[in-house]
């Protein structure tokens, strides 16, 4: 029955349901999809992490901290300043990064 089946989809996108959970599949990480759906945004940082751990080794170094500021502490950093972004891919306003030898961890 056409009509039905045309009635169902009207209802569907005057209430937004249909659209909204299309949407909502677009713009959400949905970690059940194999491989899981990453957004445009997601930044694999796993080749700077390793590079920096090898680095650390051999200057005996155990622990690397990575602020999420530039020296000045300003309130907006310049692209060449986010340090904390390029190695981890978090690009919120605050954060502080602790690379270890074997893990990280942020704060």
Not at 64 to 85: F, N, Q, V
């Amino acid at each position: 029955m056409p009509s039905m089946w045309l009635w169902t989809l009207s209802v569907a996108v005057l209430t937004g349901n249909l659209f909204s959970a299309v949407a909502y599949e677009r713009t959400e990480r949905n970690c059940s999809l194999m491989p899981p759906y990453l957004p445009s945004t997601a930044v694999n940082t796993t080749l700077q992490l390793q590079e920096l751990r090898e680095r650390m080794l051999p200057l005996n170094i155990s622990a690397y901290i990575i602020p999420g500021t530039d020296a000045h502490l300003s309130e907006y950093i310049a692209p060449r300043d986010a340090r904390m972004a390029f190695m981890t891919g978090f690009t919120g306003s605050a954060g502080t990064i602790l690379s270890s030898s074997s893990s990280s961890s942020s704060s």
